[in-house]
């Protein structure tokens, strides 16, 4: 499969642990984006990167939320001290300059 | 105001029927896209577009530039095709996608 994957695809915590999330892109492109999903809502940007660059951050990303791409392949999502509120899927994209973009599966968090 | 604006947000036809999904957006963008999200999460890209109508199968996205307003349609619905369509668009100064809150689609055999 040569799709985006992201793992784990559900994960269950309690209130104040951390919680990292990886994604795997599609391997031909750069570009890698983070969005979060609330129930009965449209997706919400978070992050993107540019290979390893972070190149943009949204004002949602609070200093909890940490993301990294160190070699421009995969990605990982961290969320510090979780928060009821942190509760969502959490999905990841890739594409290339100007083209569509391919989601992953997400990964659905449920902080207790 | 949402930059995104869907309509309806939920849609209930019978098979066979001609569907509709509509969206607005206010911003300036470069392009459209329109997406199809199955119970769990998955989301599919149907369409990218910035000029003009795309058709693929049963599927016709048009949008229409100057009126910001682009519109899927779903011709000889089937129960199949029941899932969220949500529209994004990507703006004229970024690279990120804003998305409307998704249209539900249930068609019933």
């Known amino acids: 499969d040569t799709g985006v994957s992201q793992n784990p695809r559900h994960k269950i915590t309690k209130r104040g642990q951390n919680v990292t999330f990886r994604c795997d892109p599609i391997s031909e492109h750069n570009r890698l984006y983070w969005y979060r999903q609330t129930l009965g809502q449209g997706p919400e940007f978070l992050t993107y990167?540019?290979?390893?660059?972070?190149?943009?951050k949204s004002r949602l990303l609070s200093d909890r939320f940490s993301a990294e791409r160190p070699k421009g392949s995969f990605s990982t999502l961290e969320i510090q001290r979780t928060e009821q509120g942190d509760s969502a899927m959490y999905l990841c994209?890739?594409?290339?300059?100007?083209?569509?973009?391919?989601f992953g599966p997400g990964t659905r968090l449920t902080v207790l | 105001k949402n930059e995104v604006e869907q309509s309806p947000q939920n849609l209930t036809a019978q098979e066979g029927e001609f569907i509709t999904i509509n969206c607005s957006y206010s911003?300036?963008?470069?392009?459209l896209h329109w997406l199809q999200q199955h119970p769990g999460g998955g989301i599919v890209s149907l369409f990218m577009?910035?000029?003009g109508k795309k058709k693929h199968g049963r599927l016709i996205a048009t949008i229409n530039i100057q009126e910001k307003h682009s519109s899927l349609h779903i011709t000889a619905s089937h129960p199949r095709d029941s899932a969220v369509y949500i529209c994004?668009?990507?703006?004229?100064?970024?690279?990120?996608?804003?998305f409307g809150a998704g249209t539900i689609l249930r068609v019933k055999s």
């Open positions: 911003v300036g963008i470069s392009a």
């Open positions: 577009l910035s000029s």
């Open positions: 994209a890739s594409g290339q300059r100007n083209n569509e973009q391919f």
């Open positions: 990167f540019q290979n390893e660059a972070q190149l943009e």
């Open positions: 994004a668009v990507r703006s004229e100064y970024g690279n990120k996608l804003v």
